[in-house]
């Protein structure tokens, strides 16, 4: 009976041994292996897309978290933010989405708009070369350029302002003389200067979805006796208003925003070379 007692002593321990061995393996395993697989996955791996749209693509994540980093290796052709594509201009560039170390890319083609044939002509129809000047300008939030054609010689100047929609070139407004126009690059916001009479005009304008609204006008005039000024009115949005308060309004509105001023000398020509690179390279005709 004791031989029988030792012999399953012996066993017992022998089997507690190898239980703890093998619970001490199982432990270190566990610590060796990911808390969870990590993966991502887009919804398209490549598009294909022209000047002036966009797309939106969704990120498929399985991990610890949840977050994607966006990314684009061409900030000039196509940007992202939060899976939303913005095309810039034509090109190839990738998209590339990052989450928990893993990368998953979408390769984006922009071929060239529409737009770049519409406005060469209406450019040929509609401007002389004489006396015309043009640039392109991405003065409100959209991705096509707007079509800015400078009328009249030199100082002597409006700037009229042409968008791409739905096919066709439509006009949005004219804005300044004398000093053509001032822009906050896609803000939609433009700032006119006129003059004459002895007035000067400050009109501050907002482009939305193609349309053109007046959101506040200044107006100094002065009256003239003998080469010196004798009286000055000033107003704002038609009501008369001090000199003072005329001055300090009318600097705030200035720099509101960063206005980007164009001029007919910074214009080009109508003529077949210049409306052949809007063709083939727009992007150097931005102004």
């Not at 433009?190 to 193609?210: K, Q, R």
């Not at 308060?245 to 109508?270: C, D, I």
Request: with cysteine; charged share 20%; aromatic share 8%.
């Amino acid at each position: 009976m004791i031989g029988c007692t030792k012999e399953k002593e012996m066993k017992t321990k022998k089997a507690r041994r190898l239980l703890s061995g093998l619970i001490v393996m199982v432990l270190v395993l566990l610590m060796h292996l990911p808390a969870s697989a990590s993966s991502i996955s887009l919804s398209s791996s490549s598009i294909t897309l022209l000047e002036g749209q966009g797309r939106t693509i969704k990120a498929t994540v399985s991990g610890k978290s949840k977050t994607v980093k966006w990314s684009s290796s061409d900030t000039r052709i196509a940007i992202v933010k939060n899976g939303k594509i913005t095309v810039r201009r034509a090109g190839t560039c990738t998209i590339k989405a990052t989450a928990n170390g893993k990368t998953a890319s979408c390769r984006v083609t922009v071929k060239p708009g529409k737009w770049r044939t519409a406005y060469a002509n209406f450019l040929k129809k509609n401007a002389k070369a004489s006396e015309n000047r043009f640039w392109l300008s991405y003065i409100d939030p959209g991705e096509v350029p707007e079509l800015v054609i400078v009328r009249g010689y030199y100082h002597f100047t409006t700037a009229e302002v042409y968008s791409y929609v739905n096919g066709k070139v439509i006009k949005i407004d004219e804005y300044g003389s004398m000093a053509a126009m001032k822009y906050a690059p896609r803000t939609g916001r433009v700032w006119g200067s006129y003059s004459g009479m002895g007035s000067v005009y400050d009109t501050f304008h907002l482009i939305s979805n193609h349309k053109s609204r007046i959101v506040v006008n200044f107006c100094i005039h002065n009256e003239y006796s003998g080469g010196k000024i004798t009286s000055t009115v000033c107003k704002k949005n038609n009501a008369v208003i001090s000199k003072a308060s005329y001055n300090r309004q009318l600097t705030a509105a200035k720099r509101k925003v960063n206005y980007h001023e164009v001029g007919y000398y910074k214009g080009y020509k109508v003529n077949n070379t210049n409306i052949n690179v809007l063709l083939s390279n727009p992007t150097s005709l931005v102004r």
